[in-house]
């Protein structure tokens, strides 16, 4: 997974309080390092790590408040911005929350913490197009009742776009025995794990929306407080982690070696192709379609449909028995590169884009497709039937054609092909 360099996250984490009225919360350290740890992990979320600044015990509320002002009004509309705490969370008098540092006195929690309230003017002014807080503390459910709420101030952080807030429960959030020196909070900790263990069946990548609801189910199945989610514009779909289960569920995409023929005798077969096509898109794409019909004989008619972008084939696939046949639309795109040249992102899309309003599509290459982009397709559960040089050439070797002389002769019987 590549590094994502426009992002900027602020990780929290309040382990030790002067007063006695907290508890110390060894756990909070270490779960503050592993979120550093799956958003740095190039395999998982990707983020360099000169773009996650942590804080670790801040004793007063100016220690969290000029970072993370910095970082949110720094970032760009392109930028995603991410804030994490982790430690006592308490309610003032009028029932606002306050996050509890080093300093903070429980008898004067107005003016001794980080209120809740004051992160918002900072986040509402940055330009950052996605925005995240997660909130690992007591009460942390009051920041979401914030942002629904009658008061005007309040209420406009709705308008924001693109936010999303993930807190941990509406009053008590468990952690585990103070004594514990290597535990995690019951929260954080759940959260590590699924984005650490991936969800099976899932796609390449996990959005917000899907770890929220993963995080219910474990959180409810071990009987600890139920987290709460709130999102603006969609941004609950918003792709954080690359799904760690995912290679698990598929097959890894075919190597470049294993999309190519190795017998030189076979390599032959498919230059002669590419000599008779040779800068004639059209009457390749006449060719593939020849070819995908030794595959699928149940085509029907099709017809070359041309675009602003290149040429592609519409077509019927016939589907069921003789008497009751549905047909199927496909469009077919295909590529007579050499066996040195792969299919890349934007030809697939391509097809991708055309797809949208038929069942399937195929893509016929005389080469390869680079495997990142069979993943991409699979990944995206994209009806796509995928025919490289190999495939290409079992077809021809299925039909009688063994060799590039018999390839040639069957070329010149197909080259009637226009219907």
């Known amino acids: 997974m590549n590094v994502r360099s426009g992002w900027r996250a602020l990780l929290i984490g309040v382990s030790e309080y002067d007063d006695d009225g907290f508890r110390n919360v060894p756990a909070a350290l270490n779960s503050v390092r592993a979120i550093k740890g799956i958003l740095t992990d190039p395999n998982l979320c990707g983020w360099p790590e000169e773009c996650v600044t942590v804080i670790e015990n801040p004793r007063r509320p100016i220690d969290?408040?000029?970072p993370l002002r910095k970082i949110a009004l720094d970032a760009t509309a392109a930028d995603t911005l991410l804030i994490y705490f982790v430690g006592h969370g308490a309610l003032n008098e009028i029932g606002e929350l306050c996050l509890a540092l080093g300093e903070t006195v429980w008898s004067d929690i107005e003016f001794s913490s980080l209120e809740y309230g004051k992160l918002r003017p900072p986040l509402k002014r940055s330009e950052a197009g996605t925005k995240i807080v997660i909130l690992d503390c007591c009460h942390s459910g009051k920041a979401i009742e914030a942002l629904s709420g009658d008061d005007s101030e309040i209420a406009d952080m709705t308008e924001i776009g693109g936010a999303y807030t993930l807190t941990a429960a509406e009053q008590a959030a468990h952690v585990?025995?103070?004594e514990d020196k290597d535990s995690r909070t019951s929260f954080t900790n759940a959260l590590v794990d699924i984005v650490t263990g991936g969800v099976s069946g899932g796609g390449e990548f996990l959005d917000l929306s899907t770890i929220?609801?993963?995080?219910?189910?474990r959180l409810n199945a071990a009987g600890l407080p139920k987290p709460n989610?709130?999102?603006t514009n969609n941004v609950e779909s918003f792709e954080f982690t690359r799904n760690s289960a995912f290679a698990s569920t598929l097959h890894d995409a075919p190597a470049i070696d294993q999309q190519l023929p190795e017998d030189a005798g076979d390599m032959e077969m498919l230059?002669?192709?590419?000599?008779?096509?040779e800068g004639n898109n059209s009457?390749?794409?006449?060719?593939a379609v020849a070819i995908w019909k030794l595959i699928a004989p149940p085509t029907g008619k099709y017809e070359l449909v041309r675009g602003r972008y290149g040429n592609v084939v519409s077509g019927k696939y016939a589907l069921g028995p003789i008497d009751d046949r549905i047909e199927l639309e496909f469009y077919l795109d295909a590529r007579c590169y050499p066996s040195t040249k792969g299919v890349d992102y934007s030809s697939v899309d391509r097809l991708i884009s055309r797809i949208r309003n038929s069942h399937f599509g195929v893509f016929l290459t005389l080469s390869y497709v680079e495997p990142d982009v069979y993943r991409h397709i699979w990944s995206e559960r994209q009806p796509i039937v995928v025919i490289c040089g190999k495939g290409v050439v079992e077809a021809l070797r299925a039909h009688g054609c063994a060799t590039a002389a018999e390839v040639?002769?069957?070329l010149k019987g197909q080259l009637s092909l226009a219907s």
């Not at 230059?271 to 096509?277: A, G, N, P, Q, T």
């Open 64 to 66: 969290v408040g000029r």
């Open 229 to 231: 989610q709130r999102g």
């Open 408 to 410: 040639e002769d069957w």
């Open 212 to 217: 929220y609801g993963r995080l219910v189910q």
């Open 176 to 178: 585990p025995n103070s």
């Open 283 to 287: 009457g390749f794409l006449h060719c």
């Open 271 to 277: 230059d002669v192709i590419r000599r008779r096509f």
